[in-house]
C-alpha cells in the first residue's frame, strides 16, 4: 500500500474528522477525535489490510501519519 | 489426628485441556499435587511435556490434541480413562473491533473457545467416559459475562456462549450426580496476551483498575477449579463462579 493510500485509509476509521484535515504529515494525537479507540481501528486495519501486526506502542511511538507508516513498512 | 475435610480430589481421574500453559498448566499441577490422576491435552506438544514432567505422582498421561480437529478429538477420548472431573480450559484470545471481524476471526474463536468444548463433552458423554458423580469445569471469563471491553466482543461471546450451554447440560446430567459449572477468571498472568495487540504497558495500567491492585494468579484460578472438582461443591451445579480480584465491581 502507497503513502497516499494509506493515509486515505488512516483518515477513513475517523467519523467526525473531516478527511481532508488528515494528511501524510497530520500529527495525530493532536487531532480532537483521536482516541484509544480510533487507536485500535488502526490496529485492526493494519493487520486486516497489511497483514501485519502494531501495538498501540507503536501508535504512541509515531508523531505524524508518514511515521506510523514507515514503522508498519519496516515491520 | 487432623481431619481431611472436604476439599480432596485424591485418587480422581481428571483430564485438563489446555494444560501447556497458564490456568491449564497450574490446574494439572494441583491435581496432581493433590492426589489425582490427570490427563492433559494441548495443542503444544513441547509445552505440554514440560507440564507433563512436572506432574508430582503417577498415573498421569498425556495427549497432544488440538481439539478442534475431528480425528485428534477422537484419539483422545480413546485414550481417556473413566473420569471423575473435566476441565475444559484451553482458549485463545482475539482482541478485534466489531467492524473488523471477518466471518473467519468469528469462526476461529468461537471454534476454540466455544464448539470444541461442547464437542468435546458430547464425546465424553457418548462414549461413557464421565463417572457418576463427576465434575465438569469450564474455564469461561470475566468478559462477556460480567463487564464489556472495547475489542473484546468475539472473545466475550465465546465464552459467555458457556455459561449457557452449562445451564441446561447441568440438567441433563444431574440424574446422574454430575455437576457442571464454570470459572470466570478476571485477567490472569498467563501468556494469552502474547500474540495480541495489547502491550505490557497497557496491561499495566489496567492493573489500576482491580481494586486488589493486581491481576489474578493462575494457581489461584486453578484453586477455584479445584474446588468446583472436589466434594467441597457438591451441591453447586449450574453455577458462574467469578474471581476476577472485584475489578467487575466497578
Known amino acids: 500500500m502507497e503513502l497516499n493510500d494509506f493515509v486515505k485509509e488512516f483518515a477513513f476509521q475517523f467519523d467526525d474528522t473531516d478527511p481532508s484535515e488528515i494528511t501524510a504529515s497530520t500529527e495525530y494525537h493532536e487531532l480532537e477525535e483521536y482516541s484509544s479507540l480510533i487507536a485500535m481501528s488502526v490496529l485492526n486495519f493494519v493487520e486486516k489490510k497489511f497483514g501485519k501486526s502494531i501495538t498501540f506502542d507503536d501508535m504512541k511511538a509515531a508523531v505524524t501519519v508518514e511515521d506510523l507508516y514507515k514503522i508498519i513498512i519496516e515491520k | ?250
Open chain 2, 1 to 250: 489426628m487432623t481431619m481431611k475435610g472436604p476439599f480432596i480430589i485424591d485418587g480422581k481421574s481428571i483430564l485438563v485441556t489446555g494444560a501447556a500453559s497458564g490456568i491449564g498448566k497450574a490446574t494439572a499441577l494441583l491435581c496432581a499435587q493433590m492426589g489425582a490422576q490427570v490427563a492433559i491435552t494441548d495443542l503444544n506438544g513441547e509445552q505440554l511435556e514440560a507440564t507433563f514432567d512436572s506432574l508430582e505422582g503417577d498415573g498421569h498421561q498425556m495427549v497432544v490434541a488440538n481439539l478442534t480437529n475431528n480425528d485428534d478429538l477422537q484419539r483422545l477420548i480413546d485414550a481417556l480413562p473413566k473420569l471423575d472431573g473435566v476441565v475444559c480450559n484451553a482458549g485463545i484470545i482475539k482482541t478485534i473491533l466489531a467492524q473488523f471481524a471477518e466471518k473467519s476471526d468469528i469462526e476461529r474463536i468461537l471454534n476454540i473457545n466455544t464448539i470444541a468444548p461442547i464437542y468435546l463433552t458430547k464425546l465424553l458423554l457418548e462414549n461413557k467416559k464421565i463417572k457418576k458423580e463427576a465434575s465438569i469445569v469450564y474455564t469461561s471469563s470475566m468478559g462477556g459475562v460480567y463487564n464489556g471491553a472495547i475489542g473484546n466482543g468475539l472473545y466475550g461471546s465465546s465464552k459467555a456462549a458457556l455459561v449457557g450451554f452449562v445451564k441446561s447440560l447441568a440438567l441433563e446430567v444431574a440424574p446422574r450426580g454430575i455437576r457442571v459449572n464454570t470459572v470466570h477468571p478476571g485477567i490472569t498472568e498467563t501468556n494469552i496476551y502474547n500474540n495480541t495487540s495489547i502491550t505490557p504497558e497497557q496491561l499495566e495500567q489496567e492493573k489500576a483498575h482491580y481494586p486488589l491492585k493486581r491481576f489474578g494468579k493462575p494457581e489461584e484460578i486453578a484453586n477455584a477449579i479445584v474446588f468446583l472438582l472436589s466434594d467441597a461443591s457438591k451441591w453447586m451445579t449450574g453455577s458462574q463462579l467469578l474471581i476476577d480480584g472485584g475489578c467487575s465491581l466497578i
